[in-house]
């Protein structure tokens, strides 16, 4: 793992609530960097793969041409957020958050930060 994508993903795991992050390739569904745990990330990161890809197409036989930020899907007790990576086509950042301890707006925000700063 380079040292940027290990950066990156400490970087997420060090946002308040953090269970576990990773950085994913949605054209192959592979993990490329993981950390945390009490779930099996790399079938997380297949699973997303395919709600990304679901969302993407549904945007397409809309006609809508902006961009995915990001998707957030909610669970009683977890955020899951999931942040396309603009500048490298083809990744998402995933993020699991407990609901008690992390406050998802400033989750939101550190997200973006850390995708503009990736580079894989």
Do not use: W
Not at 48 to 61: F, G, H, P
Not at 64 to 74: H, N, Y
Not at 92 to 106: C, E, Q, T
Request: charged letters at 20%.
């Amino acid at each position: 793992m380079s040292t940027n994508l290990k950066q990156s993903i400490e970087s997420a795991m060090s946002i308040d609530g953090a269970l576990a992050a990773a950085l994913v390739d949605y054209n192959s569904g592979m993990c490329l960097a993981q950390a945390g745990s009490g779930m099996n990330l790399d079938l997380a990161a297949a699973g997303n793969t395919q709600v990304v890809r679901a969302k993407l197409q549904t945007m397409e036989s809309l006609g809508l041409r902006r961009g995915i930020e990001d998707i957030l899907i909610t669970l009683s007790d977890q955020y899951h957020l999931i942040r396309l990576v603009p500048n490298n086509a083809g990744l998402f950042l995933y993020l699991v958050l407990d609901k008690n301890k992390g406050n998802l707006a400033l989750a939101r925000y550190k997200l973006t930060d850390i995708e503009r700063s990736l580079k894989v």
